[in-house]
């Protein structure tokens, strides 16, 4: 039995970061420290969006691979595609720069349904 | 070599990660409207009977939501 | 209410003094060879912050130590104790069921990332700004296929021998962009000692990752499947 959580690593890497970056929004949320101010609110929709187009790239972005591996695309439509995607990941990053989003933050929890991304 | 402060910190953050995933989707689950969800801009539970996913405020553990939200997010 | 921490065999056992949530006291609620753990509260106990979830978990492996135990999700309340046995009741023999697949055994997870150094990262950069017109559409593709083929080969190369020693895995999707692989391990307990070697050996062999291993945790990952909560009509809840 543990009398702390850190005893429950039982092999770790000297640099934890990686694996401890959802903590900070996690704890915030549970103790509903995200206040209300406008800035926030603004912030806060823009994740919720964001997460969603996020959402519909990544399942977009998936279903053109299959169809590439598949081999059943012909050359144009595959650089079409490609071409898309490159786009439509390039103005994704762009929104989350602007809105000072990170990868973790589009990432919604949704319970038994498991995270959205 | 003993563990720095922020060690131990960076220590308990990792593992409280892995435990909270373990207690918010693993386990056995009873009742229903008990799931909680994180999120930055709202706290919001499903219900886990099929025909009724509300998303009602997570009064059980003492907690509200912004009452505007109070929608199912689908 | 009741707030219910766990279901166990062994009713017969008495439960441990340590307290619950709130500080209140562990109580048992036995119905047909289960015994569900449980404290009782006037008002829903405390905030849901991290450090309620780490008593919840402490009480969860403190009936571990002495007893199998399926531990209940986070925030499991019910009404009152006829509501908890008619679910004992219900899932009399799927509890049991699990009872025996868990029993003697315990949870371990593990979580493989990339490092963020470019050198050892597949990750496929994207493009910054849209002027980088240099990559054409069907190499931006190729890029995300090679990449996807080698995270999997190497979420495989971790996996495989970790599986190995496991009664059970559950592996879930990658969630975070650098991520490898998240799994968890259902082994038993004797178990442990070998696959913590196994695990620091394939860092060894593989610096280029990042594997990070936790436990032993009571065998949340294992046991979600289990109950079948029975239908009743609900006040509210708009669809």
């Known amino acids: ?27 915030d949320a549970l103790s509903r420290r995200v206040d209300a101010d ?80 | 070599m003993t563990a720095t402060r922020d060690e131990i910190a960076r220590q308990r953050e990792v593992a409280l990660v892995d435990l909270v995933d373990r207690l918010l989707a693993g386990g056995v689950v009873i009742g229903g409207d008990i799931t909680l969800s994180i999120a930055d801009v709202d706290l919001v539970y499903f219900g886990l009977r099929p025909r009724t996913p509300s998303v009602a405020p997570a009064e059980g553990l ?9 929608r199912p997010f689908t | 209410m009741i707030w219910v921490y766990g279901i166990c065999d062994r009713p017969d056992m008495p439960l441990p003094r340590r307290r619950g949530l709130a500080q209140a006291p562990l109580d048992g609620v036995r119905e047909g060879g289960l015994v569900a753990v449980i404290s009782r509260h006037v008002h829903p106990p405390g905030d849901p912050a991290l450090d309620t979830m780490w008593v919840h978990e402490r009480v969860v492996e403190r009936i571990m130590a002495d007893r199998t135990v399926l531990p209940m999700r986070f925030g499991s309340k019910l009404p009152d104790e006829g509501a ?133 945790w009571p065998p949340y990952s294992f046991v979600t499947a289990v109950a079948s909560v029975p239908a009743e009509p609900t006040a509210g809840g708009a669809r």
């Open chain 3, 84 to 216: 908890l046995r008619d679910i004992l009741a219900a899932n009399r023999e799927a509890f049991l069921a699990a009872l025996d697949r868990v029993r003697g055994r315990l949870e371990v997870g593990v979580r493989a990332m990339q490092p963020l150094e470019a050198s050892t990262a597949v990750d496929v950069p994207p493009p910054m700004s849209g002027a980088d017109v240099a990559m054409s559409g069907r190499a931006y593709l190729e890029a995300k296929l090679q990449n996807g083929r080698r995270t999997d080969h190497a979420a495989g190369v971790l996996h495989e021998p970790l599986a190995k020693l496991a009664i059970d895995a559950r592996r879930q999707p990658p969630r975070a962009p650098l991520e490898i692989l998240r799994a968890s391990y259902l082994i038993d307990a004797v178990v442990l000692a070998r696959f913590r070697g196994t695990v620091e050996r394939l860092q060894r062999t593989h610096p280029g990752v990042a594997i990070l291993c936790t436990g032993p």
């Open chain 1, 38 to 117: 406008p800035e926030n609110v603004e912030r806060g929709l823009a994740q919720l969006v964001l997460t969603i187009v996020e959402l519909l790239r990544q399942l977009m972005e998936r279903q053109a691979l299959r169809r590439v591996e598949a081999g059943n695309l012909d050359e144009e439509t595959i650089e079409r595609l490609g071409r898309t995607l490159m786009s439509l990941e390039t103005r994704m990053n762009e929104l989350k720069e602007t809105f000072g989003l990170e990868d973790a933050d589009l990432n919604l929890d949704l319970g038994p349904l498991g995270r959205l991304l």
């Open chain 2, 62 to 70: 003492g907690m509200s939501l912004p009452a505007a939200r109070g």
């Open chain 1, 1 to 27: 039995m543990s009398d702390s959580p850190g005893e429950k690593l039982l092999a770790a890497p000297l640099d934890l970061d990686p694996f401890a970056r959802d903590l900070r929004r996690l704890d």
